[in-house]
């Protein structure tokens, strides 16, 4: 079985500060680790995905992640926050092969950005 | 030109109603999902489907069921609507394993 933990349900940084959302997982095989960003009212947009080969991954909008083996994280970072990144943002997991299992989502973090 | 598209965007109904969400890709993908998120935004999966097999969420009550007529399309039909069905359904698709593509979300709210 495979699992999703997002520390903090909220995070709030000032505009122009690091933005640092962690991501656990849990996987008895290796996993395929994605992060979404869901804006209001809106469906799920793909920030990046983790499959093989580097484990620094660079995503859409400054976007990266590092995928670390030892300590089964996948944490986003942004260097400087903009106000337009405001959003929900969710770590998912599946396994290679298991695309019809569809993904395992965190509960997600509330990304707030203050002026 | 829409990658994955939902409809209806907002659907309201009484208790005991049917009805259903039609999604449809035209990505070429051959997988396609459906995912539910609560009111908590927790998104959990409930079906996934492609043209060998339909996987379901052992959760899903069997109110709901997935209705594919063709690879482009997988809509999602609830008997018997419940006031905790009451939540934003996702439809997504994706190619192997690659990354999932998702709609823009129908919101029900049963009355």
């Known amino acids: 079985a495979q699992s999703v933990t997002q520390l903090g349900s909220h995070v709030s940084v000032s505009e122009g500060a690091l933005v640092l959302l962690r991501c656990n997982y849990s996987?008895?095989?290796?996993?395929?680790l994605f992060w979404y960003v869901q804006y209001p009212n809106q469906g799920l947009q793909l920030l990046l995905k983790y499959t093989t080969g580097a484990t620094l991954v660079k995503g859409i909008n400054g976007f990266e992640a590092e995928f670390k083996k030892s300590e089964t994280s996948f944490h986003l970072t942004k260097p400087s926050a903009h106000m337009s990144d405001a959003a929900e943002y969710f770590c998912a997991v599946r396994y290679s092969g298991g695309g019809a299992d569809g993904l395992t989502f965190g509960k997600g973090t509330h990304l707030i950005i203050q002026p | 030109d829409t990658a994955v598209s939902q409809t209806p965007k907002y659907l309201v109904t009484q208790m005991g109603n049917d009805k259903s969400i039609k999604c449809e890709q035209n990505?070429?993908?051959?997988?396609m999902y459906w995912y539910k998120q609560d009111s908590k935004k927790f998104l959990k999966i409930m079906f996934s489907y492609n043209n060998k097999e339909l996987i379901i969420n052992e959760t899903v009550p069997n109110r709901f069921s997935p209705k594919s007529p063709d690879k482009a399309h997988l809509n999602l039909h609830i008997n018997s609507l419940e006031l905790g069905d009451s939540a934003v359904y996702f439809c997504a698709s994706s190619q192997d394993d690659n990354e999932q593509f998702f709609g823009p979300g129908t919101r029900l709210t049963v009355l």
């Open positions: 996987s008895s095989v290796p996993p395929y």
């Open positions: 990505l070429g993908h051959d997988t």
